[in-house]
């Protein structure tokens, strides 16, 4: 066996030491850091972007031969390639050559011929030279069991390496009688650093390296299959428990594009009213990994400190901003901050987080304002004409308005199973549903002809009639279109397009069937997965009430995977108090998994039952509103998705103790007026286009519109007021009469004491 030592011609100490200033800089401990380029190396080190049967673990061992921390990963292909002198690898480096990726051992063995890293964050920076800070004699053994096959081991003291790496019986009789340590038996590599800092051997040892590790790398972690981890003394590190159970939730649900080539993949906001957050600010992560914060602005003093969240860009996105990163990726280096690539990332975070922070009523916006005012003054109306239904008071609106009609597809059958190629002679059919919601039985007119969609132009008519629909029925008309040269445009897309009139009104709907004759459907369509509601059962037909201790049977999804991929997913439901505008959850329903083959779609096993006890809901409301939600996510890395993506949702809401809102808002319109001239808080017009106006530029609301609670009630009373006087407006004065008298009557003393009498009794009541 060769010991003899070949001196790597650097200053290595020099060369290397620059790594703890790094860190200082950037405002992190030598542990933090050490951990994040460590697992950084391990994560660069795989084949592939997979994950399976992966692991990167940390951990102190101290034995006859001393302390040793040893960072060691598995699923990797290990220090690959020939077992290059060291001398030639300098004279290599002298003569400005570089070692290309293959040669994995050889650019180990060298103090700074690296990179080729595609699979992990670090493209450049600490390295290697990290496992050399590490130790209080800058010494590291390395060793690694090779995907060929080979053991090879080594090791760099202060910068000398032996020239050649070691190899089989040799190499694993070197590591035992210096280290005390066994060969490595998994592919991969394993580095062991000699008498490390105490404060990295009493972090691994007391465990407070992992919050640095979960906070770097949770990403990642989540994204682990149950044959790979990050551990530390051999424990896997989890995620922290809690970090996105805010009293406030954003995440976004499908990838959006910022600027012309900036695409977003990932971003989530959690504020903690109370705290508990273990995390602040916003990150943006590389690969996987935390690489610095982002600056905010604008944060109301109410929230700070309480709030973090994340952001994920493309890859493209990524490459950008690993230029301009710092040497430790714990930032962006001084002076680079101004680039393209950093400042529509801060803009982007500045702007998502506002936008939430404004929704949630944190910041205060004009025009959130208005909207937020409006949607309460709309759910004011609709409780204040419940409460007049509910003391038997006459209706002044006519209740929701259905949709005059509707048309529909139906029975659609193609040639060929799941396409939508088609050739002369071939037969499409279908059926067409006209459901009409008239009072009266009505006339409609159809009209069936093929579109030619690049020109424009009508290619042929397949049918044209008229049917008579009778009131609140539905007619099923069938058809087979047979494709011909004469009746479509061949090498092309053509459309089947349906055109529905109602005699008499002009009212007008379409729907389009495409088919591809001779031709194969362009691959143009957005692949995608959707989710439904397939089935839920109510205790009453027809209505989505439910009672405490009712219960909702035989809930199920339906999940089409319009794609040409599998769809490895996981499905969670859980029901949210959607009377709250944060919609808190309340509680966990289910959690599925399962595969969808592609272009292929599958109904979810059965929520056989679903309680509201009374026990579990009361202390969230005693009446409301529920929402149901499904939560589609993906479970497998695809072509489309990772691991973890928030694929899609279905929301679907139920009423708890109270009747589904049918929208009798329509019994009059609501302005909000700002008016300081005017005297009046609000006031009304009876008859044709019937409204109440509330004045909210008048004091009295001015007083209260920082109190969310009482000013509620000042819109209440102000609007439930105009909304008796428009009763006395409109003549309908049944319920102004008194001791049998008509109100009409009445002196006008005891006509106006009645009003008044009327309006002080109906809010009273609305209180109880």
């Known amino acids: ?417 799941d396409s939508e190629q088609v050739t002369s002679g071939d037969n499409i059919s279908f059926s067409v549903r006209i459901k009409s919601s008239y009072a009266t039985d009505k006339k409609f007119e159809y009209k069936l002809y093929v579109l030619n969609p690049a020109t424009g132009e009508v290619v042929c008519s397949i049918a044209s009639d008229k049917v008579t629909v009778k009131s609140n029925t539905a007619e099923k008309l069938a058809f087979i279109h047979k494709v011909t040269k004469d009746n479509s445009v061949r090498f092309a897309e053509n459309r089947i397009v349906l055109s529905v009139k109602v005699i008499g009104s002009g009212k007008e709907k379409k729907k389009e069937l495409p088919y591809f004759f001779d031709i194969d459907r362009p691959d143009n369509r957005r692949e995608s997965v959707n989710l439904s509601l397939h089935e839920c059962l109510f205790p009453i037909e027809g209505s989505r009430r439910v009672n405490f201790g009712e219960k909702v049977r035989k809930v199920c999804y339906k999940i089409e995977n319009q794609r040409n991929h599998e769809l490895s997913y996981k499905l969670n439901v859980s029901i949210h108090n959607a009377s709250d505008p944060t919609c808190p959850k309340i509680v966990d329903v289910a959690s599925f998994t399962g595969v969808v083959k592609p272009f292929e779609d599958v109904i979810t096993p059965y929520i056989e039952e679903i309680v509201f006890e009374k026990v579990v809901y009361e202390q969230y409301l005693t009446e409301g509103v529920l929402e149901l939600r499904a939560r589609l996510i993906a479970n497998k890395d695809d072509n489309q998705y990772e691991k973890g993506d928030k694929i899609t949702f279905y929301h679907y809401k139920v009423f708890l103790n109270s009747d589904e809102k049918n929208g009798k808002n329509d019994a009059f319109d609501i302005q909000s007026i700002v008016a300081p001239e005017n005297y009046k808080r609000s006031w009304c017009t009876p008859g044709n286009g019937r409204t109440i106006f509330l004045n909210v530029g008048h004091a009295a609301y001015l007083n209260v519109q920082d109190y969310p609670d009482i000013q509620h009630e000042y819109l209440r009373e102000q609007m439930l007021k105009q909304y008796v006087l428009l009763y006395l407006g409109e003549g309908k004065y049944d319920m102004f009469g008194q001791d049998g008298k008509d109100f009409s009557e009445l002196e006008p003393q005891e006509a106006a004491d009645q009003v008044l009498e009327k309006i002080e009794s109906i809010y009273a009541q609305s209180l109880k």
């Not at 990726?101 to 180990?108: A, H, K």
């Not at 060929?148 to 590591?175: P, R």
């Open 1 to 417: 066996m060769n010991n003899s030592m070949t001196p790597i011609p650097q200053n290595y100490k020099n060369n290397v030491d620059w790594i703890l200033g790094a860190y200082t800089d950037a405002g992190v401990t030598f542990p933090n850091g050490f951990q994040k380029d460590a697992i950084q190396n391990a994560v660069g080190a795989r084949k592939t972007n997979k994950w399976k049967n992966w692991s990167c673990d940390i951990s102190l061992i101290e034995n006859e031969h001393g302390s040793f921390v040893v960072v060691e990963d598995s699923g990797t292909v290990g220090l690959t390639g020939k077992n290059t002198p060291s001398e030639t690898i300098n004279q290599m480096m002298a003569n400005g050559e570089v070692l290309p990726p293959s040669e994995r051992l050889s650019r180990f063995t060298s103090m700074f011929n690296s990179g080729g890293n595609t699979t992990g964050g670090g493209l450049f920076g600490a390295g290697k030279s990290v496992y050399s800070v590490a130790s209080q004699t800058y010494t590291y053994y390395f060793d690694s069991l090779r995907e060929d096959g080979l053991y090879v081991a080594n090791l760099n003291k202060c910068g000398q390496v032996m020239s050649v790496a070691l190899e089989g019986t040799d190499a694993k009789t070197f590591i035992h009688d210096t280290t005390g340590l066994d060969e490595k038996k998994s592919t991969g590599t394993r580095v062991i650093i000699e008498m490390p800092k105490e404060e990295l051997a009493e972090s691994i040892r007391q465990g407070t390296i992992i919050p640095y590790i979960q906070e770097s790398w949770w990403l990642i972690i989540q994204r682990l299959d149950e044959s790979s981890a990050i551990t530390v003394n051999g424990n896997p590190v989890p995620i922290p428990t809690g970090i996105k159970d805010g009293s406030h939730v954003f995440e976004l649900q499908n990838p959006e594009t910022y600027a012309s080539n900036y695409k977003v993949k990932h971003f989530g906001l959690y504020v903690f009213d109370k705290g508990g957050n273990i995390w602040g600010g916003i990150s943006y992560y590389r690969k996987g990994m935390k690489i610095g914060d982002i600056e905010l602005k604008d944060i109301p003093d109410k929230i700070k400190g309480k709030y973090w969240g994340y952001v994920e860009v493309d890859e493209a996105w990524e490459d950008d901003l690993s230029e301009i990163e710092d040497k430790v990726h714990f930032g962006v280096s001084k002076g680079k901050k101004l680039r393209a690539a950093y400042q529509n990332l801060k803009n982007y975070c500045n702007e998502k987080t506002k936008a939430n922070l404004i929704e949630w009523g944190f910041i205060k916006d004009k025009e959130t304002e208005d909207k937020k005012l409006k949607d309460e003054l709309k759910q004011i109306a609709e409780d204040i004409q419940d409460l007049f239904d509910k003391l038997g008071l006459e209706d002044l609106g006519k209740g929701p308005k259905k949709a005059d009609f509707d048309v529909r597809w139906q029975d659609i059958a193609y040639p060929v199973k």
